[in-house]
């Protein structure tokens, strides 16, 4: 699984949108940053599986996957430690 801190903060944020719902890849630069999260498989294309589902949006666009989903959902879990002194 990759690392939350290894993305960039374009791959985050795209992210953390996937989490509201399906992010549709209207501009040549999200759509660049959607397919290499399709690499490190955390997204996915919405496709049949999507449709099967009951979503009537655009085939085209792009859903969390399982992993993508623990890691969106661990960063937002994630506190940092407090430092004593």
Known sequence: MSDYHDLSADERAILRSAMD???EDR????LGLCLRLCGRR???RAGSAA???GWRGSPHAFMLTRDG???VKAQRLYR???RAG
Not at 27 to 30: I, L, Q, R, T
């Open 27 to 30: 501009d040549p630069a999200v």
């Open 21 to 23: 719902g399906p992010v």
């Open 51 to 53: 449709a099967a589902n």
């Open 69 to 71: 989903w623990a890691l």
């Open 42 to 44: 955390l997204l996915q």
């Open 80 to 82: 940092p430690l407090r």
